[in-house]
T-cell receptor, first 115, second 113 residues
Framework: AQSVAQPEDQVNVAEGNPLTVKCTYS??????LFWYVQYPNRGLQFLLK??????LVKGSYGFEAEFNKSQTSFHLKKPSALVSDSALYFC?????????????FGSGTRLLVRP | DADVTQTPRNRITKTGKRIMLECSQT?????MYWYRQDPGLGLQLIYY???????NKGEISDGYSVSRQAQAKFSLSLESAIPNQTALYFC????????????FGPGTRLTVL
């Protein structure tokens, strides 16, 4: 069965510092991996995705994520955090062999960037 | 994403009432989805539809029904609302293809008293 784990409920970082939001996954085949961000009173916004190829994926708002197959991880990163990055972040996975195209979401990590 | 709209944005109702949440999209996507979000649980899939004639149950379909009126419209109904259906509901769409990225509406906050 597919699953996604976001081990941290909340991540706190100072503005200007690098940030990492962790995600690990479990699928039977090879994964498609996604990161979404949810700002208060808003829907989820697509940030980036991993399909194949380069393990470092660049996305919106300066975010990037690194796919690590051996560690089954897809951590979200940003070199220099902004206060406006404070939001709820969701990792999601879909197994390429799953014909239902079901997307499995993690429980979310709240990022708080302090000035 | 402004291309996916949901109505109403907020709704308070009473136990036993029937309620419908509506979703419209202008992205031209064939695939549409309904999710609910509960604190600490992420998003759970209620129903999904790959075209007008294709409706599928998700992880938590009990107590819900859907209608795909057109390619652009997908409605979620609670026939007899109960308090544990209090949640944030999201509609999403996707266009198929290799990765089938989903795009979400702004959500409907539903409270069942």
């Amino acid at each position: 069965a597919q699953s996604v784990a976001q081990p941290e409920d909340q991540v706190n970082v100072a503005e200007g510092n690098p940030l990492t939001v962790k995600c690990t996954y479990s699928v039977s085949g090879n994964p498609y991996l996604f990161w979404y961000v949810q700002y208060p009173n808003r829907g989820l916004q697509f940030l980036l995705k991993y399909i194949t190829g380069d393990n470092l994926v660049k996305g919106s708002y300066g975010f990037e994520a690194e796919f690590n197959k051996s560690q089954t991880s897809f951590h979200l990163k940003k070199p220099s955090a902004l206060v406006s990055d404070s939001a709820l972040y969701f990792c999601a996975v879909r197994d390429r062999v799953d014909s239902s195209y079901k997307l499995i979401f993690g429980s979310g990590t709240r990022l708080l960037v302090r000035p | 994403d402004a291309d996916v709209t949901q109505t109403p944005r907020n709704r308070i109702t009473k136990t036993g009432k029937r309620i419908m949440l509506e979703c419209s999209q202008t992205k031209g996507h064939d695939r549409m989805y309904w999710y609910r979000q509960d604190p600490g649980l992420g998003l759970q899939l209620i129903y999904y539809s790959f075209d007008v004639k294709d409706i599928n149950k998700g992880e938590i379909s009990d107590g819900y029904s859907v209608s795909r009126q057109a390619q652009a419209k997908f409605s979620l109904s609670l026939e007899s609302a109960i308090p544990n259906q209090t949640a944030l509901y999201f509609c999403a769409t996707s266009g198929g293809g290799v990765t089938d990225t989903q795009y979400f509406g702004p959500g409907t906050r539903l409270t069942v008293l």
